[in-house]
């Protein structure tokens, strides 16, 4: 009775004991192999991708693509982007200049004093392409874009005027595209009131 009892609740008591020492760890049953999974296996899930869609739907999506594709190559840069990316070609072909004909060194000069650069810092050409490599709202391109709808003021005036009354269209535009389009910028700003 009592003996027998206790020896079976002793036995069971050994055998925990040897359990919770052992090495071996149970097996987790993962994937397919799930008995979970098994009854109840995940749906797929289809997106909808060119390859499931109808064939009449396919085709309306290839025509929109190709209508979106033909009206964004034929839509034009707006007209500031046209005029940043001219005067920042000017600047680029006037910095190439290793020894720069006369008149474009004083176009050059000219349109960097407008724009607010000291004379003092512009003793020769190699000062004046440092200045003309400036970047972001420093940039002598930034500044010219920004005096746009804006009147000159004596001291710019005075600058323009001067340039304008010794040299000519012909000349500077015979002797460097770029410079002729900082000459032509410079008097345009003149006319503004």
Same mark, same amino acid.
């Given at each position: 009775g009592i003996n027998a009892e206790y020896g079976h609740t002793a036995k069971r008591a050994q055998s925990g004991r040897r359990s919770s020492h052992s090495n071996v760890r149970p097996t987790i049953p993962s994937g397919k192999s799930h008995p979970i999974l098994k009854k109840n296996p995940p749906k797929q899930i289809n997106f909808p991708t060119m390859k499931n869609r109808p064939a009449k739907e396919k085709w309306q999506i290839a025509t929109e693509r190709i209508y979106m594709q033909q009206r964004i190559a034929k839509m034009k840069?707006?007209? &500031?982007?046209?005029?940043?990316?001219?005067?920042?070609?000017?600047? &680029?072909?006037?910095? &190439?200049?290793?020894? /720069?004909? =006369?008149?474009?060194?004083?176009?050059?000069?000219?349109?960097?004093? *407008?724009?607010?650069?000291? @004379?003092?810092?512009?003793?020769?050409?190699?000062?004046?392409?440092?200045?003309?490599?400036?970047?972001?709202?420093? &940039? /002598?391109?930034?500044?010219?874009?920004?005096?746009?709808?804006?009147?000159?003021? @004596?001291?710019?005036?005075?600058?323009?005027?001067?340039?304008?009354?010794?040299?000519? =269209?012909?000349? *500077?535009?015979k002797v460097s595209t770029g410079a002729s389009v900082l000459y032509k910028w410079i008097a345009k700003l003149m006319k503004q009131k």
């Open positions: 840069p707006a007209k &500031s982007d046209k005029i940043i990316l001219g005067l920042k070609t000017a600047v &680029s072909e006037v910095k &190439s200049f290793t020894t /720069p004909p =006369p008149a474009v060194y004083q176009v050059t000069k000219c349109t960097l004093l *407008i724009i607010g650069e000291k @004379e003092e810092s512009m003793e020769d050409w190699r000062q004046i392409c440092n200045l003309l490599a400036k970047r972001g709202p420093a &940039s /002598p391109v930034t500044r010219l874009v920004n005096l746009k709808g804006k009147p000159l003021d @004596e001291y710019q005036l005075e600058i323009a005027h001067n340039i304008m009354d010794n040299i000519s =269209p012909e000349e *500077i535009t």
